[in-house]
């Protein structure tokens, strides 16, 4: 038994990824039609998903470890008592179940556009499908709210914020301040506003903000300060960081799911789908239009008119003021931001999600997932499991460092502070100290699981040389600074 299923498994990695994403799931950005699955793959499905499935061994598990936030205006970081990430892990045939709180490792706040909420516990279960299918038939939109949780336990929301054009009032509507829009809060219009431009001024340094308390990303949550182009002061202000910091030379880390099932990548992955070509920043299939006026949509479809393009109302302020074009390059994502892939947690090829960004690193629509899902999408949070489960108690654990190279350590020579920068996602905690030049130990930091980033600061030490130590997974790392 064990034999046929290690010849099975080796004969599916090695099958052409590319003709398994044209044969069976179709072009990129077309109308898919599942035409063959292989009916051994089949037999063996809840073996493979139960033993190997990154669905169920994924996640960041945490029972011990609180949050922290900022408030506006006091750079002093306060407790909130939350446990951080996800607290359960269970599963079964069909499904992963996952407790979160919805509260990152990593600090939230503040939220500089006078937003009154904090990150609160959503005391969350979300039921994942081990086994994701294509969408066959039209494809499901994106909705409001959560429509993916980061492995962190994080909420992903799409492009919307809930503001919208009224062509009835020529003026915004939805969201505080502004009328209702037509037909509630929940009905697309004909414009409709993109929060990542729009609400920059209220994310956090990690790229998130909260909803009544429903802490929340709508793109790629990697620190604004650790963009190639900073768009974002607040990092300056407030010492945080996000979930992963990006590496333009190693395939980016799995850091979410959407509610078709699907995984969500970072920005940068193989440039050719079957695993080859090197490392490549995954592209947006969707550009800014070539417009004046918003008249009509991208498809030509005549609609309700919306602002004129201004100052104010910028070439990329809606939604709408995007049109897809399709591109005969591997690495241009397709309509719904993804597309069939190898990658290091599916050497056998899955349908994958990506969170984009441009060449500076700033975020690029549509950000994560959407505007359409490419599988079945459903709401996936529940009240409650209702079926027998079996416990996944592992985390996801790094073992040493992917790269010794990639570890910064920021500024040298230093003044003020000290930062210590791990490279790609961090699976496990790890042990940060700084000594003097006689071994002895002056300051100690952990980063967290969920976390990249460790600071010192150094106002109140001698000048001198120090070293910086970073241990865990077995391994240790130490670099040199030079306090000024």
Known sequence: MRRLFTLLLLTFRCTSVRA??????????KGRKAILVPLLLLAFSPLLRAQ???????????????????????????????LVNCQKVEYTD?????????????????????????????????????NPVMNTGTPDNTVGGNIGIFIN???????????????????????????????????????????????????????????????????????????LQVTSDVCNLYDAEGLY?????????????????????????YKNADGT?????????????????????????????????????????????????ASPNEDVLDVHNGRFCVTPEYPGGTYAYFATVNEDWTSAYPYAVGPTFYGEFERRNVTGVTEPTTIYDGTTAVEGFADDAAITVFPNPTADLIAVQLPGLVGQDF????????????????????????????QTLYRGMYFVRISGGGKEVTRKVVVQ
């Open 153 to 227: 336990g994080v909420a992903l929301f799409d492009y919307r914020d809930g503001v919208a054009w009224n062509p009835q009032t020529n003026a915004l509507c939805g969201g505080p301040g502004n009328d209702r829009c037509p037909g509630g809060p929940q009905t697309t219009q004909a414009w409709n506003r993109d929060a990542v431009p729009a609400e920059k001024e209220g994310f956090d340094c990690a790229k998130g903000h909260p909803a009544m308390g429903n802490y929340h990303h709508h793109q790629n949550p990697s620190a604004f300060k650790l963009d």
């Open 431 to 458: 042990n940060v100290e700084l000594r003097d030049a006689s071994g002895r130990l002056v300051k100690q930091k952990i980063i967290r699981t969920g976390q990249t980033i460790a600071y010192f600061d150094t």
């Open 20 to 29: 398994l994403s044209k044969g069976i799931w179709g072009e990129k950005g």
């Open 245 to 269: 910091a990006i590496d333009s030379t190693t395939h980016a880390p799995l850091i979410g799911f959407a509610y078709d099932g699907f995984p969500i990548y970072g920005a940068y992955a």
């Open 277 to 325: 070509g090197g490392i490549t920043r995954m592209k947006s299939g969707y550009n800014l239009r070539d417009i004046t006026e918003r008249t009509t949509h991208a498809d030509g479809t005549d609609v309700a008119d919306g602002p004129a393009i201004s100052a104010q109302y910028f070439l990329g302020y809606f939604r709408e003021d995007y049109g897809y074009v």
């Open 52 to 82: 190997l499935s990154p669905a169920i061994t994924s996640w960041l598990q945490n029972n011990t470890e609180t949050g922290t936030f900022y408030m506006a205006g006091n750079s002093t970081l306060l407790e909130n008592n939350v």
């Open 94 to 130: 069909d499904f992963v179940y996952v407790t979160a709180t919805g509260v990152p490792a990593y600090p939230t706040g503040p939220f500089q556009d006078r937003n009154p909420s904090q990150a609160e516990n959503q005391d969350g279960i979300y039921k994942i499908p081990l």
